[in-house]
Nanobody
Framework: QVQLVESGGGSVQAGGSLRLSCAASGYSYCMGWFRQAPGKEREGVARISSTGSTNYADSVKGRFTISQDNAKNTVYLQMNILKPEDTAMYYC??????????????????WGQGTQVTVSS
């Protein structure tokens, strides 16, 4: 069982930046960030494996950066040049077992409670 605690959400104007953090209670093979806006499906934003390989959604490439501190079991999402369409609840997710890890929510088996990100124009 892995518990995930997100922090760092908030409100910002378009063009601004935020950094999300997710602290895990134990080791995860892969961790990711997902988001869900009202009336829309949850979508994968970025993921990082324990080896450091990363993957991003096309909509955030060049603006968002996922990173991790393995010693702290913590993953970060640096979000720059934020746009109103980035407004959503952001969720941290973890996969404990070794295996394929993509931006699909099916690849993850533990989820945080979410942190709200609101970008105003």
């Amino acid at each position: 069982q892995v518990q995930l605690v997100e922090s760092g959400g908030g409100s910002v104007q378009a063009g601004g930046s935020l950094r999300l953090s997710c602290a895990a209670s134990g080791y995860s093979y892969c961790m990711g960030w997902f988001r869900q806006a009202p009336g829309k499906e949850r979508e994968g934003v970025a993921r990082i494996s324990s080896t450091g390989s990363t993957n991003y959604a096309d909509s955030v490439k060049g603006r968002f950066t996922i990173s991790q501190d393995n010693a702290k079991n913590t993953v970060y999402l640096q979000m720059n040049i934020l746009k109103p369409e980035d407004t959503a609840m952001y969720y941290c997710a973890a996969r404990v077992a070794y295996g394929w890890c993509s931006l699909s929510s099916w690849d993850f088996n533990y989820w945080g409670q979410g942190t709200q990100v609101t970008v105003s124009s």
